[in-house]
């Protein structure tokens, strides 16, 4: 392995959560790909975040914390690219697991396929009482198109993509939501993007878990860490679970999660409704809802 040119650079955007960054570090150091580089980019951490980095003692992982926080992952992922030396850039939510095979399954069917990017199956799970497992990355046609959606942590590409894209959009600039511009923009492109059918990806929505950023849980990731290092059938009972509540008509959501307001479509809409849900920016529609405890990003 040579320590200027990682094959990947794995990119986490995080701010003031340091519990769970913890657990998604813990997650890529116990990757089969040893092969990699990991910048975690602080969107203006106030918090004991660089600590936490610096004592997992580990030369492969690089902390960079911006001078204020910009309010989205668009910033620190592009401070992350520019830092990234790796042929791949991977990008992890800090509040995500990957599975141990992710980094490996995705560079091997980049270098089989000669594709600009892949991504794997992943995830998306509701609290343990709401039984929600939202399975995404599995194109619905044959071939991937730009209306196919996968997220950011199940996401490999080759680094020059997003330098041929623009890189990331500010929230504040588009419609969408940064990731997907991001992969409208990479299938507009003309860039061939390929979906890997493993899982590997377990998310935690922290928009299912209201005021995820205040109260800052981390015991569902400690315990799939857990399982995935004690079960040898892990991946095998959540395939499981994940048809069971197919099978049982399990909402894709958690009913209690709202909806987008329809009167605001301005640039930025989506984030600041995902900012009110984390407990991140008060709703102007609530009175009763508190302040916002600091300019956060959405993750």
Known sequence: MSNSTPK??????????????????????????QDFEMLVVGDGCTDDSADVVASIGDKRLRWHNL?????????????GLERARGQYVAYLGHDDIWHPSHLARLIAALEESKADMAHTLSVYLGTPESGVRRLTGLPPTPTWNKYNWAPPSSWMHRREVAAAIGGWKDFRTIEQSPDVDFLTRVWDAGKRVIDVRDLTVFKFPSTWRRNSYIEKPCHEQAEYLRRIKAEPDFLYRELLEIA???????????????????????PGWQVRHY??????????NSPSTSPSPASTPEK
């Open 8 to 33: 990947v650079s794995v990119i986490t955007a995080t701010y003031n959560w340091s519990r769970v960054l913890r657990l998604a570090i813990e997650s890529v150091l116990g990757q089969t790909e």
């Open 67 to 79: 001078p204020q926080n910009s309010g989205s992952q668009s910033i620190p992922n592009n401070a």
């Open 275 to 284: 900012r009110r849900l984390r407990g991140l920016e008060a709703d102007p």
């Open 244 to 266: 069971a509540a197919y099978a049982l008509k399990k909402p894709l959501s958690p009913p209690d999660v709202p909806a987008a307001p329809e009167t605001d479509k301005s």
